[in-house]
């Protein structure tokens, strides 16, 4: 990187000309950068900071100057040591008087530890897993602390994960009001540096257009853009800055939920398939059902054909957690758009789960002589040809697959109906791929076993109706979680063996597949060798992770799945589908590690026959936020609740993985403000009243980024 462009703005290049004036010289000749220059092309920056910044996706001024401070820090917050006191928040200037870092227990978690201080006293510290802490702090060096001191079981007082400056205090000559914007810090890239140089970049916030209408700005009594800029860095009270941050939290919530109402609108105005809800059609495959079905399943299936009925194109979320019946839902639809004459797709985004789909299809469909066929990446040659033939020929109904759905000579010229399971594990590109291949304006109806909180719903997946399964079918006995510690691991065998003694089987997830360098994670490979070995010599074990060729990878659950082993040692590949039912026990090794969703999405695989089944979480020294986490689990069964309870416990921020849902980065805004998101959609609703094709050229760009989400034209 370290060979530099040439810089055809040379002119501007003299570091004596001063911020302020930049930007100002009217005319042909560009003098000065504007928010679009390369911080590469700015003068006496270091390659090292460039690289740090280009680390954080800053690479031009406007990036910078939209690279907002984690927060601000209250001068008046700053404490002797000596004065502090538990429970309060407060920054501390202090030298460190002792470090170390230790590994805990199971060489799962780094700690650094120390003992910090100033002429009033001293403070125990303590990091979990940020080892290059320890590189850093060494003794007598000065560092500024930020965090709650308290007093754990009756000790001294301690801080734990405070954030760390490496400034000193002195040369902070930005500060306004005693509000000094604290950016988060990364090896190369120290807050002070970032902050003096937003300080001398900051005129040329002046050049910034408007991203909100004047009008939206007005009635909401939102800062001028510039203006917020300013005062979210470099604040002259905290009433500003409150109103700074208002203003951007207000148009990233505003801008998602008017892309969506404006997708919503023009879906809404397409022509679409049509398959009419036929009560007959219904009732005979209700009928056929070994199951009564539950009301929410009812409901559900009552959403769904209505919509299906509908001359403009469906686009609904089925979500329920796993085993909670929204395939038989999806079987329905199909066999409704069947029988009004088209073809439906049904894709997962794995093989093993479409093969589980096909079964699954093939049960509850045969009865109406509808045969689904499969496509996946190791479909034969041969057979791939039939299907595609049958398909294009419109003699195939019902086809079930995987991407390879999606390749360019796949052709469904009746698709009426498109099903896709666990749509967030596709890529967006894929997802739009299978949009633009069919010319008809199918229905699409998505499923997923991730419980999406209601209030993210909206902003989330502001274009699709949303219909949920909360309830289990009847006779499922609620999953008994417990947490193992070190000393349970014995006992926890134990009732492993007996469930297998007692016919059933269970499963074992680790979160690596190898041990890498580094890497304190249990493998699964590691584990299955030791298990075989030493554990459970006498009982049949299968490994699966994710590196096996999916044809492997599938033989190997098939084979766990009709009872020819009886523990599964996995990684998270287990995830999404493998119905077994007979499985009672799941142990997930270090469950510290895992997110809420996902050890919810695990513990799903058991319970899904009459047995009790019991979930054990096997824990090493966990941190404060991965305890919360799983006491949350062993107290809530409900998804919906416990995805509540993960959104909050992760905060602001990207809560819920917006990015990998294409979003764009959240930088102020809170998903979780309420009152914020309703008044941002009732603007966004008003907005798109007033201008209902979206001409206004400020609205346009500010849709723009959210285009891959939402579609619209
Ligand atoms: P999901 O797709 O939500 O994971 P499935 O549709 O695969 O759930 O259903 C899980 C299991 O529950 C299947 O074996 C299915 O036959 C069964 N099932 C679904 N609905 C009912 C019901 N209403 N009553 C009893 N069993 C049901
Ligand atoms: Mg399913």
Known sequence: MLAREPSPTATWRRPQIAADQWGQAAGSRPVGPTLDTPLQRLPKISAERLAGMRRLGLVTVRDLLWHFPRRHEDQRLRVPVGRLR??????????????????????RMELVEGEVGDETGSLGVIWFNQPHLARILHPGRRVTLHGQAARHQGQRLQMRNPEVQLERREGVQVSVGGLVPIYPETARLTSRWLRAKVGELLPLVALAEETLPEEVRRREGLLPLGEALRQVHFPESQARLDAARARFGFEELFYPQLAALLARRQRLARAGTRSPYDVEVARAFTRALPFRLTDDQRRAAHEILIDLDRPSPMNRLLQGDVGSGKTVVAAMAARMAIAAGHQVVLMAPTEILARQHLETMRELLSPFEIYPRLLVGSTGARQRREILGGLLAGTDKLVVGTHALIEDEVRFPQLGLCIVDEQHRFGVAQRLRLREKVDLNPDFLSMTATPIPRSLNLTLYGDLDVSQIRTLPPGRVPVRTEL??????????????????????????????????????????????????????????????????????????????????????????????????????????????????????????????????HCLLFVGEEDPAATA?????????????????????????????????????????????????????????????????????????????????????
């Open 629 to 713: 986490r799983l006491r949350a689990l062993i107290e809530h069964s409900d998804g919906f609740e416990l995805a509540e309870i993960d959104l909050r416990l992760r905060g602001a921020g990207d809560p819920y993985g917006l990015r990998q849902h294409g979003f764009p980065e959240m930088r102020v805004g809170d998903l979780l403000d309420d009152p914020l998101r309703e008044r941002a959609r009732a603007a966004a609703e008003e907005v798109l009243k007033a201008d209902p094709e979206l001409t206004d050229p400020i609205l346009r760009r500010g849709i723009r980024d959210y285009r891959v989400v939402f579609e619209f034209d």
């Open 86 to 107: 538990p429970g309060e928040r407060a920054t501390v200037e202090v030298e460190v008087l002792s470090v170390h870092l230790r590994r805990a227990r199971q060489r």
């Open 484 to 613: 193992v510690e070190a000393a349970g691991r014995d006992a926890a065998y134990q009732l492993i063996r007996s469930e297998v003694g007692a016919g059933r089987q269970g499963f074992i997830i680790c979160p690596l597949i190898d041990d890498s360098p580094g890497a304190e994670a249990r493998s699964a490979t590691a584990e299955y060798e030791r298990l075989t070995k030493e554990v459970f010599q006498d009982l049949r074990l299968v490994l699966v992770h994710g590196r096996l060729p999916a044809r492997e990878k599938a033989e190997r659950m098939e084979a766990f799945a009709t009872h020819q082993y009886d523990l599964l040692v996995a990684t998270s590949v287990v995830e999404v589908g493998v119905d077994v039912p007979n499985a009672t026990v799941m142990a997930i090794e270090d469950a510290g590690r895992f997110g809420l969703a996902q050890l919810h999405q695990f513990r799903g695989r058991v319970g899904r026959g009459a047995q009790p089944a």
